[in-house]
Nanobody, 124 residues
Framework: QVQLVESGGGLLQAGDSLRLACAGS????????MGWFRRTPGNDREFVGY????????EYADFVKGRATISRDNANNTVYLEMNNLKLDDTAIYYC?????????????????WGKGTQVTVSS
């Protein structure tokens, strides 16, 4: 069964750091572009960042640039999203997703598999 499982969410305070994990099963994440997206209450899913299968190219949304890092642990078939200096606006459900497209920030391009998401709540 092909699936992605996110973990690492929870209740955090503004200014904290977090590390979300996306563990894959039934697929080898290193050959996919792995994207992170989030959905805030009342809004559509928005792009956070991705790591490409081509030379691990990275791209981030403007609202997390300088605060986020995406990385791979190929030995454990896991991709991570680390964010620091969390803001109240970072409260969202965070999803990881896979695509064979090399570089894309469009959620509709992530057509292989999506995780079910992990809730991150940032309080003041």
């Amino acid at each position: 069964q092909v699936q992605l499982v996110e973990s690492g969410g929870g209740l955090l305070q503004a200014g904290d750091s977090l590390r979300l994990a996306c563990a894959g099963s039934g697929l080898t994440l290193s050959i996919y572009t792995m994207g992170w997206f989030r959905r805030t209450p009342g809004n559509d899913r928005e792009f956070v960042g991705y790591i490409s299968w081509i030379r691990d190219k990275l791209e981030y949304a403007d609202f997390v640039k300088g605060r986020a890092t995406i990385s791979r642990d190929n030995a454990n078939n896991t991709v991570y999203l680390e964010m620091n200096n969390l803001k109240l606006d970072d409260t969202a459900i965070y999803y990881c997703a896979a695509t064979r497209r090399p570089n894309t920030a469009k959620s509709e391009d992530y057509d292989v598999v999506w995780g079910k998401g992990t809730q991150v709540t940032v309080s003041s």
